[in-house]
């Protein structure tokens, strides 16, 4: 079987832009899976939100490299992950980039932020010196073991006094480093888009996501452009949000569950989701009453 890793740099050598969707959990991925998506993509934001808090960096690097492991084992699909800044600095990125690997994703972004981090749709970013980025970009890619696991550098220098010129010039220089692909976050208008597209063409990673921040355009429109790789990365999250808070707004104010329950999907599709099948075979092979 082919490895994970090697399945997404083949999906991303091929012409054209690779989607990839956003997801928190291991449903999420079958979710995805399901959907007929090639690649699978670790917000980390949602992964915060999913603890209840918001992402400002609030969680530790064991805890995301958990929640990535439930995610691949879940999915057949390549997955992409949302390292934060690394967790430290260049001697701690080490062991992150080892860690997310043990855990089975294709490749992690590490962006250029200072700690306690900010999600790129928020104010009050701060970033690291150049220098000291390109030295933990240089320790990631020293660390992997597996040549294929992606590595894909970030800056949030767009939304900064330095503006789209720090971001291009960061961004050649995390890719002349050595790093797979780039993702800027978050441009705010079409021709930021435009311009990070052209200027690192098949090596151009950015997000398409519901803040409101950053423009969502249509799929079509960032090939055109040029993008190589894009991460929806709330609309799963966002949308399950809403269903559950109205769904629970509901069953209290009518007292009941049918109403909720006559729009959900129904409970042989979801026991299908999640492979009961599955369980049901293995139970079938190697348990007791098939060894008796």
């Not at 959907?35 to 530790?60: H, N, Q």
């Not at 800044?85 to 990125?93: L, Q």
């Not at 104010?253 to 909720?260: H, K, L, N, Y």
Request: hydrophobic share 45%; net charge negative.
């Amino acid at each position: 079987m082919t490895k994970a890793t090697t399945k997404l740099r083949e999906l991303l050598a091929r012409d054209g832009l690779l989607i990839a969707g956003g997801v928190y959990d291991g449903l999420g991925a079958k979710i995805v899976e399901e959907a007929g998506y090639e690649a699978v993509y670790i917000s980390g934001f949602c992964v915060e939100a999913s603890f209840g808090y918001p992402d400002t960096g609030m969680l530790t690097m064991t805890e995301c490299v958990e929640r990535a492991s439930v995610v691949a084992a879940a999915t057949e699909l390549p997955v992409i992950c949302d390292a934060d800044t690394g967790f430290g600095n260049a001697v701690n990125v080490v062991r992150t980039v080892r860690e997310f690997e043990r855990a089975g994703v294709a490749a992690i972004h590490l962006e250029d932020q200072v700690s306690p981090k900010r999600c790129g749709a928020m104010d009050g970013k701060q970033l690291i010196g150049e220098g000291e980025m390109l030295g933990k970009l240089r320790a990631a890619l020293d660390a992997r073991v597996d040549e294929d696991f992606l590595i894909i550098g970030r800056t949030d220098a767009i939304n900064l006094p330095g503006g789209l010129s720090e971001t291009l010039d960061r961004g050649h220089a995390y890719l002349e480093a050595g790093c797979d692909l780039l993702l800027v976050t978050v441009p705010t208008t079409t021709e930021q888009v435009r311009a990070i597209c052209e200027a690192f063409g098949d090596r151009s990673v950015l997000t398409i996501n519901e803040s409101g921040v950053s423009p969502a355009l249509p799929f079509a429109e960032y090939e055109r452009l040029g993008l190589k790789l894009g991460l929806v990365t709330l609309s799963l999250a966002f949308a399950a949000i809403t269903a559950m808070r109205q769904a629970m707004r509901d069953i209290r104010t009518r007292g009941g569950i049918d109403e909720v329950m006559a729009r959900n999907d129904s409970w042989d599709s979801v026991l299908d989701l999640v492979g009961l099948d599955t369980i049901r075979e293995w139970d079938a092979r190697y348990g007791t009453a098939a060894n008796d």
